[in-house]
T-cell receptor
Framework: DTGVSQDPRHKITKRGQNVTFRCDPI?????LYWYRQTLGQGPEFLTY????????KSRLLSDRFSAERPKGSFSTLEIQRTEQGDSAMYLC?????????????FGSGTQLSVL | GESVGLHLPTLSVQEGDNSIINCAYS??????FIWYKQESGKGPQFIID?????DKRQGQRVTVLLNKTVKHLSLQIAATQPGDSAVYFC???????????FGKGTTLSVSS
């Protein structure tokens, strides 16, 4: 257990529905990342926050995706009007942004299935 | 563009053997590299990392080698155990403030 928790672990939804995932990072970590992983592939970067500021978004992050970290602690990732291609594992990671220590600690992910 | 790739998608070894997992990267500006292990149904777990000012770093049963001349990274696991069976990913980080970019992974299978 890395200390990063994600909820829910699994989500099944119908195409067109909205879904929201939550991530609680390690408490002293100021950076929080969202990645997406499909079967057989490495994690793909989506976006990251430093404290409450969203500093970078991937081109993969379509307009249907939105992420927030309102108080610089937990984060939510919402997908609107889900499509079957959104089916994937959504991983959250956190890190302590200090010089010399850049490793990310990942949660166990939320597995999304869009029917 | 930035990309990180693996030479082999799968590697099968016998328990007790040493394993070597390879990774090629394309961004010569990357200054930080990291290996993760991912077991089924779990998130990636940190194994070892290395900065570009080093060419070797050792951990417990693991060694990472970095060859910047040919942009190659490898992970060596000594005395491989069945519990080492997992998918291994290398990842790189190009510049301060950007995220880790992952390769496709190598599945390591250890038979006893």
């Amino acid at each position: 257990d890395t200390g990063v928790s994600q909820d829910p672990r699994h989500k099944i939804t119908k195409r067109g529905q909205n879904v929201t995932f939550r991530c609680d990072p390690i408490s002293e970590h100021n950076r929080l990342y969202w990645y997406r992983q499909t079967l057989g592939q490495g994690p793909e970067f989506l976006t990251y926050f430093q404290n409450e500021a969203q500093l970078e978004k991937s081109r993969l992050l379509s307009d249907r995706f939105s992420a927030e970290r309102p108080k610089g602690s937990f984060s939510t990732l919402e997908i609107q009007r889900t499509e079957q291609g959104d089916s994937a594992m959504y991983l959250c990671a956190s890190s302590l942004a200090v010089t010399g220590d850049e490793k990310l600690f990942f949660g166990s992910g939320t597995q999304l299935s869009v029917l | 563009g930035e990309s990180v790739g693996l030479h082999l998608p799968t590697l099968s070894v016998q328990e007790g053997d040493n394993s070597i997992i390879n990774c090629a990267y394309s961004n010569s500006a990357s200054d930080y590299f990291i290996w993760y292990k991912q077991e089924s149904g779990k998130g990636p777990q940190f194994i070892i990392d290395i900065r570009s000012n080093m060419d070797k770093r050792q951990g417990q049963r693991v060694t990472v080698l970095l060859n910047k001349t040919v942009k190659h990274l490898s992970l060596q696991i000594a005395a491989t155990q069945p519990g080492d069976s997992a998918v291994y990913f290398c990842a790189e980080k190009g510049q301060a403030g950007t995220a880790l970019i992952f390769g496709k992974g190598t599945t390591l299978s250890v038979s006893s």
